[in-house]
Structure formats: structure tokens, C-alpha cells
């Protein structure tokens, strides 16, 4: 059974930083695209960034502005995300998902971890 466990959400001062984990198990996810989403209230739910796990290949949002990254650990089967010079913006719940490497479809969700940036 797939599971995606998210955590590292919370409560942060706007310019704060912190780091989501996601902890990826049952099955090999090496021609994976592991990725992060993010859904604020009363909106659509957006990718953030991803990532390949085999390679390392990345993707990010223009709307990011270069201040997260996106980076796995292959012994831990952790997908991170690293978030800085957070904004009141930026708050919303923040989920992982996984796809195969050559299709669109995202089939693997996990529960989702919420981030609040204060002003």
C-alpha cells in the first residue's frame, strides 16, 4: 500500500522559513515524479514544485520567485521541501503527490500539511 505522509507544517512569521517532509513508502518510486501542491481556501489546488526521482530533474512554479527548493534523500525515501522569505500568501494546506515519470496523472496523494504565514 502507497503512502505519502506529510509533516513540517505550521505556524510562521511572514520572511520565516520551513521545511516540509514527505515520507514515501510502498513501492520503489524511481520512475517517479514526486510533487508538491499547495490549496488555499476557496482555491484551486496548484503544483508548487517536483521533482524526478531518478535524476533529479526539477520543476518549479514562476510564481515562487526562487525561494523554495525541492530536493529528495533517496535512503530516507523523503521528499523535501524547503520554503523561504515566507508570505501571508503562501498559507494554505501543502500536499505531496506522485505520478508516474512519462504520464500527467498524479495517483498518489497524501493528507496534506498545513503552513500559516502570518503578516
Known amino acids: 500500500q502507497v503512502q505519502l505522509v506529510e509533516s513540517g507544517g505550521g505556524l510562521v512569521q511572514a520572511g520565516g522559513s520551513l521545511r516540509l517532509s514527505c515520507a514515501a513508502s510502498?513501492?520503489?518510486?524511481?520512475?517517479?515524479?514526486m510533487g508538491w501542491f499547495r490549496q488555499a481556501p476557496g482555491k484551486e489546488r496548484d503544483i508548487v514544485a517536483s521533482?524526478?526521482?531518478?535524476?533529479?530533474?526539477?520543476y518549479y512554479a514562476d510564481s515562487l520567485e526562487g525561494r523554495f527548493t525541492i530536493s529528495r534523500d533517496f535512503v530516507k525515501t523523503t521528499v523535501y521541501l524547503q520554503m523561504n522569505s515566507l508570505k501571508p500568501e503562501d498559507t494554505a494546506v501543502y500536499i505531496c503527490?506522485?505520478?508516474?515519470?512519462?504520464?500527467?496523472?498524479?495517483?498518489?496523494w497524501g493528507q496534506g500539511t498545513q503552513v500559516t504565514v502570518s503578516s
Open positions: 503527490a506522485a505520478r508516474p515519470l512519462y504520464t500527467s496523472k498524479w495517483n498518489y
Open positions: 510502498g513501492r520503489t518510486f524511481s520512475t517517479y515524479v
Open positions: 521533482i524526478r526521482w531518478s535524476g533529479g530533474n526539477t
